[in-house]
């Protein structure tokens, strides 16, 4: 399984982005999948998981309210709008996926990565 993340970029504070993340290799529609955050210096965190069918998501506190984790099943790509953007999201943001139900907080559950893509938030 693939998963290539793009969209990220150079925003200012209280600006927007979307990130989207296609995959290929399995069937979409069977993977649940998150998107995770590295900042410098600092560890991976939890942004928002999203179960295969789209039914059911979950977002970590920092983030509620400000992003939207979706899916398209039909086009094999998962995205994550953010708006509201503040310099505390200057991060690298992954994609993961894995079969299942699961999509929750832990990255170790996850089984399939994408590259990450970088969105540096300025003040």
């Known amino acids: 399984v693939q998963l290539q993340a793009c969209g990220g970029g150079l925003v200012q504070a209280g600006g927007s982005l979307s990130l989207s993340c296609a995959v290929s290799?399995?069937?979409?529609?069977?993977?649940?999948m998150a998107w995770f955050r590295q900042a410098p210096g600092k560890e991976r965190e939890f942004v928002a998981g999203i179960v295969w069918s789209g039914t059911s998501t979950t977002y970590s506190d920092s983030v509620k309210g400000r992003f939207t984790i979706s899916r398209d099943n039909a086009k094999n790509t998962g995205y994550l709008q953010m708006n509201s953007l503040q310099p505390e999201d200057t991060a690298v943001y992954f994609c993961?996926?894995?079969?299942?139900?699961?999509?929750?907080?832990?990255?170790?559950?996850?089984?399939?990565w994408g590259q990450g893509t970088l969105v540096t938030v300025s003040s």
């Open positions: 993961a996926a894995r079969s299942g139900v699961y999509y929750g907080t832990r990255s170790d559950a996850y089984d399939f």
């Open positions: 290799g399995r069937t979409f529609s069977s993977l649940s």
